[in-house]
């Protein structure tokens, strides 16, 4: 089981910036894939960013040229800049991990933060 904990949520002006990070319990290197959600209220969950154990990185239409997630290995970190925050990145934010596929259950392990509320004010 891996533990995933969320910090750096809060309240920020429209146009500010803020960095999410996220530690997990476990070498990140038995990670493939970390990333980040949100969840808008009144919306479904949506990927906002992920990063593979290669070092691609996706991100969501919406957020590219704004955010940037990228890892610190020796942390068991993976951390998510904001900049130039509007009103509509209002949400909580979960980090999210997967595995490789797991042989023996022929899919891959998946664990979530319990999520940070970010709030950008206009």
């Known amino acids: 089981q891996v533990q995933l904990v969320e910090s750096g949520g809060g309240l920020v002006q429209a146009g500010g910036s803020l960095r999410l990070s996220c530690a997990a319990s476990?070498?990140?290197?038995?990670?493939?894939?970390m990333g980040w959600y949100r969840q808008a209220p009144g919306k479904q969950r949506e990927l906002v960013a992920a990063?593979?154990?290669?070092?691609?990185?996706n991100y969501s239409d919406s957020v590219k040229r704004r955010f940037t997630i990228s890892r610190e290995n020796a942390k068991n970190t993976w951390y998510l800049q904001m900049n130039s925050l509007n009103p509509e990145d209002t949400g909580v934010y979960y980090c999210?991990?997967?595995?490789?596929?797991?042989?023996?259950?022929?899919?891959?392990?998946?664990?979530w933060g319990q999520g940070t509320l970010l709030t950008v004010s206009s």
């Open positions: 999210y991990a997967a595995t490789s596929v797991v042989r023996a259950l022929g899919r891959a392990l998946e664990y």
């Open positions: 476990t070498s990140i290197l038995k990670i493939n894939t």
């Open positions: 990063i593979t154990s290669g070092g691609s990185t």
